[in-house]
């Protein structure tokens, strides 16, 4: 059963928005910075696991990042809030609009 998830880590003022599988394993991930909302990542497992096998990864990271790899079950001194879908759809679709308009501005 897939669920989501955010948890703010306060020693970088980031908030994390996840979207996780039945065993707490990331499928998505959006990592934004406060103050001013700056998106830092947007990255999905299925999009990072293709880069990586088409030779694509060093390309796909620098635009979108990447998830975590332990279950989110194993982040110690998190107090995670649940999320509806449409709630992390919202913060998905801001958040690859943002990373993508950033990198035409700014290609690598």
Do not use: N
Request: glycine residues 4%.
């Amino acid at each position: 059963m897939t669920r989501w998830i955010r948890c703010f880590w306060d020693e970088e003022a980031v908030w994390f928005h996840f979207e996780l599988d039945s065993d707490g394993y990331v499928i998505r991930q959006v990592e934004v910075q406060e103050p001013g909302s700056k998106v830092l990542s947007a990255a999905s497992l299925a999009e990072w696991q293709e880069a990586q096998r088409d030779g694509r990864l060093a390309e796909y990271e620098s635009v979108y990042g990447f998830t975590a790899e332990p279950p989110i079950s194993e982040w110690d001194g998190h107090a995670p809030q649940s999320l509806s879908a449409d709630e992390f759809e919202d913060v998905w679709s801001t958040a690859r609009r943002q990373l993508q308009e950033r990198q035409r501005r700014h290609p690598s």
